[in-house]
Nanobody, 122 residues
Framework: QVQLVEPGGGLVQAGGSLRLSCAAP????????MGWFRQAPGKEREFVAA????????AFADSVKGRFTISRDNAKNTQYLQMNSLKPEDTAVYYC???????????????WGQGTQGTVSS
């Protein structure tokens, strides 16, 4: 498995941008598909985005398409989620994930980050 560490999220106004990062100090980061899920208060955890191990393929939830991008730097064992045109409904705890396959399904995730809060004010 790979250990995932997420530095702090942030607070932005609606329409603003925020970039989340996720580092993997332990484990073979480059062999995993990476992704992001989020969980808003009172709601179930939901898929946000994923990227294959060589960045050849990406996937996004319909709710974030065109606003969010996902990228990774295998040399730095780090992945990123760039969030633009943020809306209050994007407020959630964001979880970094590592999977053996590129998937939007949480049951395929083998490692989770600790979660980081992203808050969008109206």
């Amino acid at each position: 498995q790979v250990q995932l560490v997420e530095p702090g999220g942030g607070l932005v106004q609606a329409g603003g941008s925020l970039r989340l990062s996720c580092a993997a100090p332990v484990g073979t980061f480059s062999t995993y598909a990476m992704g992001w899920f989020r969980q808003a208060p009172g709601k179930e955890r939901e898929f946000v985005a994923a990227i294959s191990w060589r960045s050849a393929n990406t996937a996004f939830a319909d709710s974030v398409k065109g606003r969010f991008t996902i990228s990774r730097d295998n040399a730095k064992n780090t992945q990123y989620l760039q969030m633009n045109s943020l809306k209050p409904e994007d407020t959630a705890v964001y979880y970094c994930s590592a999977s053996r396959v590129l998937s939007a399904r949480a049951e395929y995730v083998s490692s989770w980050g600790q979660g980081t809060q992203g808050t969008v004010s109206s």
